[in-house]
């Protein structure tokens, strides 16, 4: 069994609204052996290896229901099996996922089409690469593959080294636990490292944490919290406990110190934190000795105070407000007269809620240095048994990270001790912080029963509030996250996804300038760049998933268009989890034959996926069978139909129960786009009012712009800031690159498209029926190298006839084609179409094409050019000089010029004398002497 391609999918996909991967599997010789003939011994020690995975309903949707279908009679086929495995290892791990799907692939016996939910990326694919390793060493040593690992891989030991691995990638406790408050007041968020930098909210509206430190915290508060000596001295000059302080840097200056301030001390990095580095209750200048050269090791500075009875208490303020306090208890064990401490331990440590690093709410326990010499102060080692009931402490600070415990104490805390936490927490000014609390009784007065602040911290941790050992878990990610977004507060910024076979991109565009003209700041993607406020940022074609989180995360835009073109969703998903509004302008055979998609119904499946995720509308073509399915799968709010047909039936009832339409309609002076909404009837526009239509001639353009006055009207535009925008629209190269660009400055009328498909090229055919041509209409006929062979010549069919000649090319890239293959098959067609040979041309360079048609262009000729790389053959069209051309540039003498004095040269006949854009020269004929 091997895995022979990838897809990641970073948001919603033809196989889920949520980020997963996709592999395609082939089986190989192992389609003969499903679970059934493995056997139980096989299901035995997969289930040892994973006991959770009893846990999975699988198609019975209830727990055992996966090893129930593993143990049937045929069982179950082993590309299933790897899914499931993946889904638990990523549980084990701390990455909790349900959602998986295997399916055989048609025509193709063996392979599989395995889908898994992941949480991250990294693991997600580190899980299903152990998962294959595990299948493949269970496997009977007949039919283990040669990639099988070898009999001496452990599995427990790659478990726990994936387990590593997850951690090292996951979002740390506090930061997940923003992020579960986020989702859960449906704010959206992106990663935007490795580590836990994150951005809450998109555009303008975003706001960013590091773990618990936000966009807002002050720098200068940070750096009051990290400087122990500054923070004491503030904090007792207003009143507050604090122990006395002394900063150190050598071990002798520690003794003194210590001296000075009375044992028992505690030493302490000046500039240290998850208690690394810290001695406490130390009563003696040998012990304070040791101490230093440990606090030495996390900082030059070294801070010596004075020790404080009592128990260790955090108390975290947010936002001006106490909202958790937590008693943490040092890591120990509990004597049970039978037992070692080792072996003690190891029963701690069985505890289902520990785990490595942060894996879970609770840190495993570890003999290291420190509870060495814990245990040394006691007298005992590792494999001393302690008496029944005896704690013995192997920590002696209670840090969870080092295998603390906490015990919520959060509605037990005496007033003034939360006034003193919030006091404490404004004189540093930190938005969030954590104040360390020592004192025998949280529930009395710091006044009464003493005790003293001993750290204030920025960026404190949430683990031990969010998931404490005992009492109530607090919400503290959500305080925070009440914080940056209070009630009211947007959080996104409308989002408008725009696909369709054609017109993505001119609808894009001009949806993207009504906006612009409304006031806003928006940010677009389409196939040619990512534009921020109408400049390129990124050139090229961005419609995938990067490129609508550059969008997302500039903190510039209030607005976003999205251009989402199949072969993105395809690949990598969407990049965003929900839009305001979304259309499907179309589906049409494009691209058919690629990424397994060979058929309409297919193409549409993937083109619904934006349909799908639309919250306020869902905009689609009524005059699209297929557009029009996907009104079935939408749970927007509103639904949308745009037509070019008033008498459309289905849209007619549409109109009558209330809906909304945006209908095409015959008047005196044209066609008008009017708007029914709610059983009211609105005219918007005449056609021939809006430039890029030219006069209503361009049908496909007055379709694209009934599109962009949808998505506009159903993001809040006004329908005058909508008349304004399409009025103001026009189809130049410099607003809509590549899409029906005219130029009129020659003799002759050029228009520039990209069309490359049947569907676009019948439109722009159709468009040159409707101008009024005196002379000959010309074109550059072209079809992408990579489509199927009945594509390409559908394109041919559907030009023949509309062009008096045609000049046949090919693109720059031949994706795989001869040099001339597909501008001969253009040809070929042409031919069976009953166009004359003498009025075909095949010139398969563009550069080439381009000019040929160019210089053999009359006046009063109409030329269309189907245009690849379109900067390259716009240039052609503008600088191109009707006067070079050889034809009409070589004149033999006399001609009517005036040279400069050639000191009494003579010319016979067969002079040339030139006059182009270069000036008049002189050239002799080949016939010339």
């Known amino acids: 069994m091997k895995i022979v391609s990838t897809n990641v999918y970073v948001g919603p996909n033809i196989y889920a609204h949520f980020p997963v991967i996709r592999h395609v599997l082939d089986l190989e010789a192992l389609e003969e052996w499903p679970t059934g003939r493995l056997g139980d011994t096989f299901v035995d020690a997969l289930i040892e290896c994973l006991p959770g995975l009893q846990e999975h309903g699988c198609s019975y949707r209830e727990p055992g229901g996966f090893v129930r279908r593993l143990r049937e009679d045929e069982g179950t086929w082993l590309g299933h099996v790897m899914e499931h495995v993946a889904i638990e290892l990523q549980n084990v791990a701390g990455s909790p996922v349900t959602f998986g799907r295997t399916r055989s692939i048609d025509g193709k016996p063996g392979h599989y089409n395995m889908v898994f939910q992941y949480k991250e990326k990294a693991v997600g694919l580190e899980s299903s690469d152990l998962a294959l390793k595990l299948l493949h060493s269970l496997l009977p040593e007949e039919i283990r593959p040669r990639s099988a690992p070898d009999r001496d891989w452990n599995f427990a030991e790659e478990r726990d080294s994936f387990i590593r691995y997850a951690q090292r990638r996951a979002l740390g406790p506090s930061t997940a636990s923003l992020v579960e408050a986020a989702e859960a007041r449906h704010i959206p968020w992106l990663r935007l490292n490795d580590y836990s930098l994150v951005q809450f909210g998109h555009g303008r509206y975003q706001q960013r944490i590091q773990a618990t430190t936000t966009s807002r915290t002050s720098n200068i508060a940070v750096e009051l919290a990290s400087d122990k000596e500054e923070t004491n001295a503030i904090l007792r000059d207003l009143g507050l406990p604090v122990p006395k302080q002394i900063i150190v840097r050598n071990a002798s200056q520690a003794v003194r110190a210590a001296e000075r301030i009375g044992y028992p001390v505690v030493l302490k990095p000046l500039a240290g934190n998850h208690g690394r580095g810290v001695s406490i209750n130390l009563k003696s200048p040998e012990e304070v000795e040791v101490a230093f050269e440990k606090a030495a090791e996390h900082g030059r500075s070294i801070v010596v105070e004075s020790f404080i009875e009592g128990f260790d208490h955090r108390l975290v303020v947010i936002d001006g407000k106490l909202v958790a306090a937590a008693k943490r208890v040092p890591g120990h064990v509990v004597g049970d007269g039978a037992h070692t401490i080792e072996e003690l331990v190891e029963i701690v440590n069985k505890d289902p809620r520990r785990g490595v690093g942060h894996e879970k709410v609770l840190t495993r326990l570890e003999f290291d240095h420190q509870a060495e010499r814990l245990l040394a102060k006691l007298g005992y080692d590792r494999n001393t048994v302690p008496p029944a009931g005896e704690v013995i402490y192997l920590r002696s600070t209670a840090n969870l990270s080092t295998g603390g415990t906490a015990i919520d104490v959060t509605d037990s805390i005496h007033p003034d001790n939360r006034q003193m936490a919030i006091r404490a927490i404004n004189a540093i000014g930190l938005d969030i912080g954590g104040v360390d609390f020592l004192t025998r009784d949280i529930t009395e007065s710091y006044r009464d029963a003493g005790g003293g602040i001993c750290e204030v911290n920025a960026g404190p941790g949430f683990r031990m509030h969010v998931a404490p050992s005992e009492g109530t878990p607090r919400d503290v990610g959500g305080a925070v996250i009440d914080m940056l977004f209070p009630a009211d507060a947007p959080c996104r910024i409308p989002i408008a996804a725009i696909t369709g076979t054609n017109g993505k991109t001119t609808t894009s565009r001009m949806l993207a300038h009504i906006l612009k003209m409304a006031g806003k700041t928006v940010g677009l993607t389409s196939t040619d ?325 160019l210089e053999m262009a009359e006046a009063d000729d109409l030329l269309l050019i189907l245009g690849d790389n379109v900067k390259r053959s716009w240039k052609q069209i503008i600088y191109f000089n009707p006067g070079a051309r050889v034809s009409d540039s070589v004149s033999k003498a006399p001609v009517a010029v005036e040279l400069p004095d050639l000191g009494g040269f003579t010319f016979d006949e067969n002079v040339e004398i030139i006059s182009d854009e270069r000036g008049v020269r002189i050239a002799r004929s080949e016939e010339s002497d």
Request: charge should be negative; proline fraction near 4%; charged fraction near 20%.
């Open 529 to 853: 760049g990512v534009y921020i406020d109408g400049n390129l940022s990124v050139p090229g074609d961005m419609t995938g998933p990067v490129s609508a989180q550059m969008i997302l995360r500039d903190p510039a835009v209030d607005a976003a268009v999205m251009e989402v073109a199949r072969g993105g969703m395809l690949r990598s998903g969407l990049g965003f989890q929900e839009t305001n509004v979304s259309a499907c302008l179309n589906v049409a055979a494009d691209h058919l034959g690629l990424r397994g998609i060979d058929t309409l119904e297919q193409l549409a499946q993937v083109k619904r996926v934006p349909v799908e995720i639309a919250k306020d509308a869902a905009v689609l073509n009524a005059d699209d069978p297929l557009c029009l399915q996907m009104a079935d799968y939408t749970q927007a709010e509103r639904l949308c139909y745009v037509t070019m047909n008033p008498a459309h039936p289905l849209v007619k009832r549409h109109i009558q129960a209330g809906g909304q339409a945006f209908v095409l309609e015959q008047g005196m002076n044209g066609h008008m786009i009017t708007i029914y909404d709610n059983e009211s009837h609105t005219p918007l526009l005449w056609t021939h009012l809006i430039p890029a239509t030219i006069e209503g001639r361009a049908m496909h353009n007055v379709q694209n712009a009934m599109f962009a006055a949808a998505l506009a009207y159903n993001m809040g535009v006004s329908l005058e800031g909508i008349r304004q925008g399409l009025r103001t629209f026009d189809s130049t190269y410099f607003q809509a690159p590549g899409r029906m660009n005219i130029y009129d400055e020659h003799p002759f009328r050029v228009i520039l498209d990209y069309a490359h498909n049947p569907a676009a090229v019948k439109a722009m055919c159709n468009l040159v029926d409707r101008f009024d041509v005196t002379g000959r209409k010309l074109v550059v006929l072209a079809a992408p190298g990579d489509r199927r062979d009945e594509d390409v010549r559908d394109i041919a069919q559907t030009a023949a006839g509309h062009f008096d000649y045609y000049i046949c090319r090919c693109d720059d890239n031949r994706r795989g084609r001869g040099v001339d293959e597909v501008a001969v098959m253009l040809k070929n067609k042409l031919l069976e179409c009953g166009v004359d040979a003498d009025r075909i041309e095949v010139v398969p360079d563009e550069q080439e094409a381009t000019t040929r048609i």
